[in-house]
């Protein structure tokens, strides 16, 4: 009887952990369901339509995934930086901000080239860091850089953006989309990073390298701004051809016309 119990017993745990993890499951992507709706629904309302804005609030998204999976990193890094340091880092990257702003800001045309070289530094960076997992000075500088990157696209989004656009509106939305895709590979890079320590960095290089990508799709630098898709113009109707002028006959004349089935009416015989 006790085997049976114990069988029952261990049958009962294993029924209700599948029963936990299919509702764990089920409840996941119900809610990947309504992020990925709202973060589209976001993009959507933030770049109003406009193609060069939709594209850079798609590489703000990924560098923020990156930047949030970077900070991930730093939980489970060998030797990783102190409070006081990681400080000094954010303070670094404040002064830095200002002026990369302005220059982005008197000269938007760079903006892309500038976007891109930030890029795939970083991501050369974040490579060597996710290899020597002891050099905290190199992660000192991948911080310092995150707050630099985020004001260059904030500023050329302000010059993408059309004239009778809501500026606070849409810069709000783009951090909104981000943060969303932020979080999800923060979060995941948090977790993971408790089994295998480089892989919050792993990602994060993955996201700059797809980034520096995104770049490359930006509005040319000087070149016009792509918006939405224009409508085809309506096509003309085909023009009739004048119709043939049909003989009007005068009213109170009569026109006689002999039939030929009736031989009194034939004027042509002769008697």
Do not use: N
Not at 53 to 63: I, M, P, T
């Amino acid at each position: 009887m006790s085997l049976l119990r114990a069988l029952q017993t261990f049958a009962d745990v294993v029924v209700r952990t599948i029963r936990v993890l299919i509702a764990t499951v089920s409840r996941s992507v119900i809610g990947i369901r309504w992020l990925t709706r709202t973060a589209l629904r976001i993009r959507v309302q933030g770049s109003g339509g406009v193609t060069g804005v939709a594209r850079l609030y798609d590489l703000h998204a990924v560098v923020v995934a990156a930047d949030l999976s970077l900070l991930a990193g730093l939980v489970w890094a060998v030797a990783a930086p102190g409070s006081t340091h990681l400080g000094l880092a954010f303070g670094a990257g404040v002064l830095a901000a200002v002026p990369a702003g302005l220059a982005v800001s008197a000269a938007p045309a760079s903006g892309r080239a500038l976007i891109g070289l930030l890029l795939v530094g970083r991501a050369v960076a974040t490579l060597l860091a996710a290899q020597w997992l002891t050099s905290w000075v190199l992660l000192l500088v991948l911080v310092a850089l995150i707050l630099p990157q985020w004001a260059v696209h904030l500023v050329l989004l302000r010059r993408l953006l059309p004239p009778d656009a809501h500026v606070f509106g849409a810069l709000w939305r783009a951090m909104q989309y981000a943060l969303i895709a932020g979080l999800v590979a923060g979060v995941t890079g948090l977790v993971i990073g408790g089994f295998v320590a480089a892989w919050p960095l792993w990602v994060a290089v993955c996201c700059l390298s797809v980034g520096a990508l995104l770049a490359l799709r930006l509005p040319a630098p000087g070149g016009p701004v792509p918006g939405p898709a224009k409508p085809l113009p309506p096509v003309p109707p085909a023009k009739r051809l004048p119709q043939q002028e049909q003989r009007t006959i005068p009213e109170g004349f009569h026109v006689y016309r002999p039939s030929s089935l009736d031989p009194s009416g034939d004027e042509g015989r002769k008697k």
